[in-house]
């Protein structure tokens, strides 16, 4: 018990030493606690109108606390004592918030569709990579220290001091909280909520102190015992590191060595969204366990250890396939290229694991750093080069479907393919959302607009379509005609916009109160189910209507269709009534590769008529 009281109050007296040891990074998180009290005290509409104001100032001196900590870290592994080195490094952390914060709030801004200012995902993206370069500039710098053994000892301690620091913040902020709500429940009924915010604000300063306040000295000798301390794994991080965490990793290993195999057999057939998380989870996972366990002399960690790199070289040579794939359908976007990205830091990163092993640790870091500074460069960086790629690949489907002629859009009297709808309302909806002003001269900002698509092109957005037809196919149909004769049924059943999918109708009738359903689940055939007094009287599914109308009018591969009344309807007879059913659109989408089929029906009207 005493010894824990002692380990409270080191971390605590750790906490006070971070004021003067890294000065910088404490008033950079004054600054942002400054500003979040304010932002708190201010109502939501008040607020809305500084957003860009507040959100520069944060994340600008956020920066410059974590560079701040980078730098005096090197002043301090360099072990060089001078009073000027030291605030030389503090200043520069400080100089750098401010130079960013100028660049954010007065070139950063973009007005929003509410016309506030925010901050561009541009401006944000490049500021969190000048953060995430500086985390890890830190631990390099810390590796480098006389007694920090390897880049995985750093590692470790700089994750060990955040999750304690964590840990210490949630159980003050869990507490307090509770204290706080006894207080309002009993005493004070009236607390404003905004107290809890205010406390959290405090909490996470508080937290900030602690997780500076963890790190050991790198300057002198007098440090070591303590730096040897805190790089020391605990026994039950052994246990989690080399009896769970690495069999995941490896049963995950067997699940994409697998579909590397069925990859050979039947083509990528997975959802590339799905395939890129689940694969860049895999690479930043084991690459970071890889690093966790280097000094682990297990059986399982050697086995890891000589096993991962390999076995991550094969996958990533299948998700290179996956990702041509996506490229050849769909052009280079911000996914494909950040899953581009991730692929390249992984294929280098294993590289080295393979040739350095442990030497190959800074190396690694090395890569990740210059790797997320290729991301937000310009030109090359994922916002100019997909930018340019999506207008390069409207441009030359535009020419080919004879839709662009000098340099104007026109509009002619060819059907164009379902498909190549699909293709240009993806790249138009990409282009019109993107923060780029350099738009061609032939496109209209404007474009994405349902409206102004139509008139533009002749023809309206298409989605749900697949650029490459022996994968997926898609069949349309839509009612030729507005006018319908209904004369021979006396009651027609309102049906609602967000309800032509999945519709539920009641309605009264000779025999009692009739409910008429239809529903829809994933690749299942649409049910129609009829209802008397809430006993089911009709349930059949629409696979023979469905069939028979796609035979009937020799559906092509994506294709688009318009058919006549007669054949867009179903009649459902029971004793006493009639039901006529008028189908508005109907979608066929058949996943050659799966062998299944979903379906999409839209309804124009339910009408009814008693016998």
Do not use: C
Request: glycine letters at 4%; proline letters at 2%.
């Amino acid at each position: 018990m005493i010894n824990l009281g002692l380990q409270i109050q080191k971390v605590f007296k750790g906490a006070a030493k971070s004021f003067y040891r890294f000065p910088a990074a404490i008033i950079s998180a004054i600054v942002i606690s400054i500003t979040a009290i304010i932002k708190i005290t201010m109502d939501w509409e008040v607020q809305q109108t500084y957003t860009l104001l507040f959100d520069s100032i944060q994340i600008s001196f956020f920066l410059g606390a974590v560079f701040s900590m980078a730098t005096v870290a090197l002043e301090e592994v360099r072990s060089d004592r001078k009073k000027s080195s030291f605030v030389l490094a503090n200043v520069s952390g400080i100089v750098l918030a401010i130079i960013s914060f100028l660049l954010l709030y007065f070139y950063g801004g973009k007005i929003g569709e509410d016309k506030i200012v925010y901050l561009s995902d541009i401006a944000m993206a490049r500021v969190s990579v000048a953060i995430f370069v500086s985390i890890v500039a830190f631990v390099y710098i810390t590796s480098k220290s006389k007694f920090v053994d390897t880049f995985s000892d750093s590692f470790f301690i700089t994750q060990r001091a955040f999750i304690i620091s964590a840990i210490y913040g949630l159980v003050i902020m869990a507490g307090v909280s509770g204290v706080l709500g006894a207080f309002q429940a009993l005493v004070y009924r009236n607390l404003d909520s905004r107290v809890y915010q205010y406390l959290g604000v405090a909490v996470g300063f508080l937290t900030y102190t602690i997780f500076l306040g963890y790190f050991p000295s790198f300057r002198g000798t007098e440090n070591k015992e303590e730096i040897d301390k805190v790089k020391e794994q605990p026994r039950f991080i052994f246990v989690l590191f080399d009896y769970i965490l690495i069999p995941i990793i490896m049963a995950l290993t067997v699940v994409l060595l697998i579909w590397s195999v069925r990859v050979l057999l039947k083509g990528v057939d997975v959802s590339f969204n799905q395939l890129s998380s689940i694969a860049s989870s895999y690479v930043i996972i084991g690459i970071w366990l890889y690093i966790m366990v280097s000094k682990h002399d297990t059986k399982i960690a050697e086995f890891y250890k000589r096993v991962y790199p390999f076995a991550g070289i094969l996958i990533l040579i299948f998700e290179a396939w996956a990702l041509f794939a996506q490229l050849n359908k769909f052009g280079l976007k911000t996914a494909e290229y950040s899953f581009l990205m991730i692929w390249i830091f992984a294929i280098i990163s294993v590289l080295l694991l393979i040739f350095l092993k442990d030497k190959a640790y800074r190396k690694v870091a090395i890569t990740a750093i210059v790797i997320s500074i290729i991301w937000v460069l310009p030109i090359i960086g994922y916002q100019d080069i997909t930018f340019n790629s999506q207008v390069n690949r409207l441009r030359k489907t535009l020419i080919n479907e004879k839709l662009l002629v000098d340099d104007k859009i026109v509009s002619n009297n060819k059907e164009v393919e379902y498909v190549i709808r699909g293709e240009i309302t993806d790249a138009v909806d990409f282009i019109s959302y993107s923060e780029k002003q350099n738009t061609p001269i032939w496109f209209k900002k404007d474009l994405n607009d349902e409206k102004v698509f139509k008139d533009t092109f002749g023809f309206e957005k298409t989605y749900g379509v697949y650029p490459d037809p022996s994968e997926y196919t898609s069949s349309n149909f839509r009612l030729e005609t507005d006018a319908i004769d209904i004369s021979d049924y006396s009651l027609s059943l309102r049906v609602l916009p967000n309800e032509k999918s999945d519709t539920t109708n009641r309605f009264k009738g000779k025999n009692g109160s009739y409910e008429i359903m239809i529903t829809r689940e994933f690749q299942r055939v649409p049910k129609i189910i009829v209802k008397l007094e809430d006993k089911i009287i009709v349930e059949e599914d629409m696979s023979k209507y469905l069939s028979d109308l796609s035979i009937k009018y020799n559906s092509k591969q994506n294709s688009e269709i318009k058919v006549p009344f007669e054949d867009m309807n179903v009649i459902i007879e029971t004793e006493d009534i009639s039901i006529l059913l008028v189908f508005d659109n109907i979608n066929i989408y058949r996943d050659q590769i799966k062998e299944k089929t979903d379906y999409y029906v839209e309804l124009h009207g339910i009408f009814v008529k008693n016998k």
